[in-house]
């Protein structure tokens, strides 16, 4: 049977194409708030190396803030608009829908929208993610890896020393400059 995991149709480019969609969850205004800070905070913040973290989850619990500042982001680019997406639901599930038992997010913090057959859009409800990296595991394992982890600067106190990065098995965590705080991954097939 054909995996539908692997196709990049048309359709989709163009779908992406014309929702002028940026590659972030987030918007602009987190940039915004980041060089805000270049006049007040150091010239370097903490940032995750997305082809690094090894989605241990230590994200979650090792912030010394509550949510975490760390959050998933979606690069749409590289999504496959999966009906069977890896990053959201549970495996094993009998019924592939939007109920909380199919949900791999403990949060309920993506949401999934129906495109067009078979395709569906899977957004992040920033307020909700507690950057547990569940979704950034199943979207690895049997997905593009669309979905990653960043350290949010709206939200981070840029610590001297990021207990995450001091917790993070692969060292994925390191100091980037102020001017480019976010290490975003790179789309493909547009
Ligand atoms: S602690 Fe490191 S490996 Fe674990 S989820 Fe965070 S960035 Fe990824
Ligand atoms: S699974 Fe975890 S990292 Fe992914 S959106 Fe939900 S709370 Fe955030
Ligand atoms: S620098 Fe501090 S606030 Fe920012 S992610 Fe690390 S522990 Fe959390």
């Known amino acids: 049977m054909e995996d539908k995991r692997l196709l990049k149709p048309q359709k989709r480019r163009e779908f992406v194409r014309n929702a002028g969609r940026i590659a972030l969850l987030l918007p602009i205004g987190y940039y915004g708030g980041a060089l805000l800070k270049a006049t007040t905070a150091e010239a370097w913040v903490w940032q995750i190396d997305p082809y690094e973290c090894g989605q241990c989850g ?105 207990s995450i990065a001091r917790a993070c098995p692969p060292q994925a965590i390191k100091r980037v400059p102020l001017s480019e705080p976010y290490l975003l991954k790179e789309g493909y097939g547009e």
């Open 58 to 162: 230590r994200c979650e619990t090792h912030c010394v803030l509550t949510p975490s500042a760390v959050k998933c982001y979606h690069q749409y680019q590289m999504c496959g608009y999966c009906d069977l997406c890896g990053g959201y639901l549970r495996q094993g599930i009998r019924n592939i829908n939007t109920g909380a038992e199919s949900q791999l997010c403990p949060t309920g913090a993506i949401k999934r929208t129906f495109i067009e057959d078979p395709y569906f859009e899977y957004t992040i409800i920033e307020e909700l993610c507690i950057g547990c990296a569940k979704c950034v595991k199943g979207c690895a394992d049997f997905g593009n890896g669309s979905l990653y982890l960043q350290i949010n600067h709206d939200i981070c106190v840029n610590c001297n020393e990021c």
